[in-house]
């Protein structure tokens, strides 16, 4: 069983930056794909960034690419969402999400690949 907890949300002006981490239970984090997802008050969750096991390989989507970065530190067994330049519309709660894998180089975008998620952190941003 994998367990993973989110931090470093919060409240913060457009523009501004945040940090979030998502630390990892288990002897084995450097095998997990990794990813962040967001869900909006009345949305749908929806995909955002993900990276693989060495973390030579990240994948974002397209309303944050050239904002966030994800980045992983295996020896801490953490994953970040480094997120600039916030908008309001980047208001939701950001989850991150864990999939095993035997393959190195693999990337998931969609939520249904994954097999382990965290509880959440809210991010709000004002206008």
């Known amino acids: 069983q994998v367990q993973l907890v989110e931090s470093g949300g919060g409240l913060v002006q457009a523009g501004g930056s945040l940090r979030l981490s998502c630390a990892a239970s288990?002897?084995?984090?450097?095998?997990?794909?990794m990813g962040w997802f967001r869900q909006a008050p009345g949305k749908e969750r929806e995909f955002v960034a993900a990276i693989n096991w060495g973390g030579g390989r990240t994948y974002y989507a397209d309303s944050v690419k050239g904002r966030f970065t994800i980045s992983r530190d295996n020896a801490k067994n953490t994953v970040y969402l480094q997120m600039n330049s916030l908008k309001p519309e980047d208001t939701a709660i950001y989850y991150c999400?864990?999939?095993?894998?035997?393959?190195?180089?693999?990337?998931?975008?969609?939520?249904?690949?994954?097999?382990?998620w965290g509880q959440g952190t809210q991010v709000t941003v004002s206008s």
């Open positions: 288990g002897r084995r984090f450097s095998t997990y794909a």
């Open positions: 999400a864990a999939k095993p894998t035997d393959n190195y180089s693999i990337i998931f975008t969609r939520g249904q690949e994954y097999d382990y």
